[in-house]
């Protein structure tokens, strides 16, 4: 079954702790995205990822982290810095990033509160 | 500065109609268009991609249209049914730059049997 699968669905954070979000594609797709999404809000670029060991910020990347140490993994860890962080959390994919290759297929998503 | 308008007001129409939902935007210069849907608490999905020199384009019971003078997007469903009943989203990526499309907030569809 390919696709992209994301985990944890719910997670929960502590003050001051950083939280880890996994991504895992099976598409064999170059590029991989994160961006975060609130409630009446658009989707916001967090960090994209063209190949393997080469990251972007987006637009809202103050707070987080990632890493691509392989093709199919796209981890976001969200730092003790990131202020407010309760939001609904979508990874995606695409062939590339150059035009009609940027087609995205999304996760499920990983709903992130704050304790 | 760029923006991308959905009607942030839900569409409210009865099964049977054609909806019609908006996507205005300006100070973009657009390589392409996407339409995506997204149900409650799952990631969006690709519906169509439409081109900045295409005017129209179809697939099954959608449609979308592309007026670059009038800097808007028109996606249509038609014999709308309640399983229809979504929130959808346009995506705009420019062109002499990076493709990566900026999403609007989309508008909810409920279609009412």
């Known amino acids: 079954d390919g696709g992209i699968t994301q985990s944890p669905k719910y997670l929960f954070r502590k003050e001051g702790q950083n939280v880890t979000l996994s991504c895992e594609q099976n598409?064999?797709?170059?590029?991989m995205y994160w961006y975060r999404q609130d409630p009446g809000q658009g989707l916001r670029l967090i960090y994209y990822s063209q190949i393997v060991n080469d990251f972007q910020k987006g637009d809202i990347a103050e707070g987080y982290s990632v890493s691509r140490e392989k093709k199919e993994s796209f981890p976001l860890t969200v730092t003790s810095a990131q202020k407010n962080p309760t939001a609904f959390y979508l990874c995606?994919?695409?062939?590339?990033?150059?035009?009609?290759?940027?087609?995205?297929?999304f996760g499920a998503g990983t709903r992130l509160s704050v304790l | 500065s760029q923006k991308i308008e959905q009607n942030s007001e839900a569409l409210n129409i009865q099964e049977g109609k054609t909806a019609t939902l908006t996507c205005n935007y300006t100070n973009y210069s657009p390589a392409y268009l996407q339409w995506y849907r997204q149900d409650p608490g799952r990631g969006p999905v690709f519906l169509l991609l439409i081109r900045e020199n295409e005017k129209e384009k179809r697939k099954e019971r959608l449609k979308v249209t592309f007026d670059t003078t009038l800097k808007q997007s028109l996606f249509h469903i038609t014999a709308s049914q309640p399983a229809d009943s979504a929130t959808y989203l346009c995506?705009?990526?420019?062109?002499?730059?990076?493709?990566?499309?900026?999403f609007g907030r989309g508008t909810s569809l409920i279609v009412h049997p």
């Open positions: 995506a705009l990526a420019s062109s002499g730059g990076s493709y990566i499309p900026t």
């Open positions: 598409l064999n797709h170059d590029a």
């Open positions: 995606a994919s695409s062939q590339g990033i150059v035009f009609v290759k940027n087609i995205q297929y």
